[in-house]
């Protein structure tokens, strides 16, 4: 399965590896790691995260307090938000 991202979403992951490597070097990268490993548990078991809307899921990262929003068209992953959990949350909404 191919995946993309919204361009605020790929913005949103890019803002945050930031954020984290001025937090603590290798950190931004850590981040990644765990984006991409939750991508291809998405893959894996598209239907197994929370629904947010009739088109969207919601998985959440183990370790950082994000969340990927996501839906699957045929045989394609996009990526709608890399969801800071403590704004607000139905911000996204508008890029469905």
């Known amino acids: 399965m191919i995946y993309s ?3 605020e979403a790929e913005k ?3 803002e945050a590896i ?4 001025k ?3 290798g950190l ?5 790691e765990e984006v991409y490993l939750a991508i291809q548990e998405i893959i894996s078991f598209p239907k197994a995260w929370t629904n947010m809307s009739a088109n ?4 959440l990262l183990k370790r950082f307090p994000y969340g990927i929003i996501y839906n699957i068209d045929k045989a394609q ?5 890399v ?7 139905d911000y996204w909404t508008k890029r469905t």
């Open 28 to 32: 931004g990268f850590e981040f990644t």
């Open 18 to 21: 930031e954020y984290y490597n």
């Open 23 to 25: 937090c603590k070097n």
């Open 83 to 89: 969801m800071q959990l403590n704004k607000k949350p």
């Open 56 to 59: 969207t899921r919601r998985c």
């Open 12 to 14: 949103e992951l890019n």
């Open 5 to 7: 991202f919204h361009p």
């Open 77 to 81: 992953l996009f990526i709608i938000a």
